[in-house]
């Protein structure tokens, strides 16, 4: 089997907040079709790769690159990163009030065919599609509505990031503890969507602390990060293996090596 | 301290003693123009004429507000008095014949839903306004009008509520009003569609000073818009004085919308009066103009009143905006709400001062204040003040403030969805400002105001 064509490559990636040094130098192939679990303790720097990634501007890279589809992803505004495909399903999704779901959306949808040259959606169509996809989360349509996460549960909240997924048909999706918070039917209902929207092209970095989410997301692999390096990678297996062993021996391995 | 050897010396600031010599100059143009317009004031009626008096005598006792004045404190008016050499009727304005309809039609309401009356540079304009087959039980002219047919409420009322002690700007109104609209709501008349009032500036150099009294009797229904605009980038004066009156069990809903141009200065008092199970809605937008002051006060003067008082502000470049609004409740049973919201940018200045007067036999008052301001830069600043005097016992009185800026987390996760910068920060700003703009009921005044927020956050 021929290797399938490298949508994101991380080299040496170096990042810091204010003075304090959390990513100490990444290297991450991500190829069409995969999903990465990314996976490791509180504070080893899964949430600030997977915000990096995304174009936090807190975060400052210091050395190291990211190549996203041949382009320097790192060179990119957030907003062109999203043109280009790239979406982050928050942990803590924003709560906007007073800007409506559905114009909200309209932006996101039109600003991303902008940047790829197309033109608007017709409202028809929109509104269309956007019924479509309620389905595929299972979420109530009246939660369009609304003002954008405001008075949403944390459970309509992590849907509804997925279903913004299913809406604007990334290429690259980062999942950041989409898991956390949500009970075991609101993560089998998340998960069957970020399944269903999976396909030959696209590819995943899910992020998680827990092993339960990869029992519904299946990963091609498992990278485990701490102290802001991946110090493991391998199959679906490693996650079962750290399920039943914890970070311990990942963490001792670590201090032995250095 | 005269004597006080130890006393630091005054500070002489050459500036500032020149600009209070030139205010005190500009009281005695003022006083002038009055004395110059007595011929013109003898046909008028007695009672007008010694209100005038009155509020003149006022106005040579009082003069300009200054930045010693409390209630003036942030808003130097210096300039706005000195603005007019000639502070007399009609000098240095085009004939009104000369401003067509599609010169000034971008601010009109739609015609179903709107009876306007315009007025340029302060002087009624027939040729643009609406004032054929009117409803039955309203009588909408201009107020010049309305005084030589010898409109009876107009005796009872004009100058009556808006107090020439109040301020110089309210005085010098009162003494040299030339024109404005007068409206009246017969008895349990209900109105509509609206009832716009347009005034728009044409000229440099102007000072026009409207004056309105909107009438509205017994359970009479009515929707009023106040506009005022300009053709121009002129420097020029607006100094309005609106009373409103609504009479037992009557409904108001009024609008205010100031788009001036951005040399302008726009001093204006909507002064209301509401009696027992009255209900007013007034609602003000304040978004040109180089120094802008609104006092909009109501006193409940009657058992069950409801009265609302909303504000938007959109201030940018060296924009002054200054809101200060007075609800005195004065009987009881009564309820009011503030809801003001401003938007700040660059270097402008934003004031609000939020008074609640309960007085003594007012028990459950019922009074809710929130005002809420949005910097967007480092140079803008806002200066707010909930001031509350209450001496019933049996009262709710809740007031909340807050001053913010945009939020980096709301701004970053529109981002990541693709929109550009700039456009989610007009999000926000709209998000932040639209719990105002959803209270206006008449659709083509929404969009207009719409556009008007949207058009001013790009600049």
Known sequence: MSEKPVLLEIKNLHARVEEKEILRGIDLVVREGETHAIMGPNGSGKSTLAAVLAGREEFEVTAGEVIYKGKDLLDMAPEERAGEGVFLAFQYPIEIPGVSNMSFLKAAVNAIRLHNGEDEMPPVDFLKMVKEKTKLVEMDPSLLNRSVNTDFSGGEKKRFEIFQMAVLDPTLSILDETDSGLDIDALRIVSNGVNQLKTEKNASIVVTHYQRLLNYIIPDFVHVLYNGRIAQSGGKELALQLEEEGYESIKLEEAVTR | ?459
């Open chain 2, 1 to 459: 301290m005269p004597g006080t050897l130890l006393a630091s010396p005054p500070l002489h600031d050459p500036r500032k003693e020149k600009l209070q010599e030139r205010t005190r100059e500009a009281k005695v143009r003022y006083l002038m123009a009055f004395d110059a317009g007595s011929s013109r004031r003898e046909k008028e009626p007695e009672w007008l004429q010694a209100r005038r008096a009155s509020a003149i005598s006022h106005f040579e006792q009082n003069g300009f507000p200054t930045v010693r004045d409390e209630n003036w404190k942030y808003t130097d008016v210096t300039a706005a008095a000195n603005l007019i050499s000639e502070p007399q009727f009609g000098l240095n304005v085009p004939a009104v014949e000369d401003i067509k309809s599609e010169d000034v039609e971008a601010f009109f309401l739609d015609h179903k839903n709107s009876i306007r009356i315009v007025f340029l540079n302060g002087k009624l304009a027939p040729h643009l306004s609406t004032l054929e087959h009117l409803p039955q039980g309203l009588t909408l002219l201009g107020l010049q009008e309305a005084i030589t047919s010898g409109e009876e409420v107009l005796q009872q009322h004009l100058g009556r509520h808006a107090s020439p002690e109040d301020n110089g700007f309210i005085a010098l109104n009162t003494a040299l009003f030339e024109d404005g609209a007068f409206i009246q709501v017969e008895k349990d008349a209900k109105i509509e569609p609206a009832l716009h009032l347009l005034f728009v500036n044409t000229a440099p150099l102007t000072a026009a000073k409207v004056r309105n009294l909107v009438f509205l009797g017994a359970g009479a229904d009515a929707t009023v818009v106040e506009s005022y605009a300009s053709i121009t980038d002129d420097a020029y004066l607006t100094n309005i004085v609106t009373e409103i009156v609504a009479e037992a069990g009557a409904n108001l809903d009024h609008y205010k919308e100031q788009v001036e141009s951005t040399n302008a200065f726009h001093i204006a008092t909507t002064q209301i009066h509401a009696s027992d199970h009255a209900t007013v809605q007034s609602h003000t937008f304040t978004f040109g103009g180089r120094l802008s002051r609104h006092d909009a006060n109501a006193i409940m003067d009657g058992e069950f009143t409801e009265v609302t008082l909303n504000g938007l502000y959109l201030a940018s470049g060296s924009q002054v905006m200054d809101n200060h609004t007075v609800r005195d409740h004065a009987k009881p049973n009564c309820k009011s709400f503030e809801e003001y919201v401003g938007v700040l940018d660059d270097k402008a200045v934003g004031v609000f001062n939020g008074k609640i007067f309960v007085r003594p036999d007012a028990q459950k008052t019922d009074a809710i204040q929130n005002n809420r301001a949005l910097l967007l830069s480092r140079g803008a600043e806002v200066n707010t003040k909930p001031q509350l005097e209450i001496f019933a016992d049996d009262v709710k009185c809740t007031h909340g403030a807050t001053i913010g800026e945009l939020d980096d987390e709301a701004l970053f996760y529109l981002r990541s969805r693709g929109i550009a910068k700039s456009a989610a920060r007009d999000m926000l700003i709209y998000a932040f400002a639209h719990a105002v703009l959803d209270n206006v009921t008449i659709p083509t005044l929404r969009d207009q105001l719409e556009q008007q927020l949207m058009q001013r956050l790009r600049h």
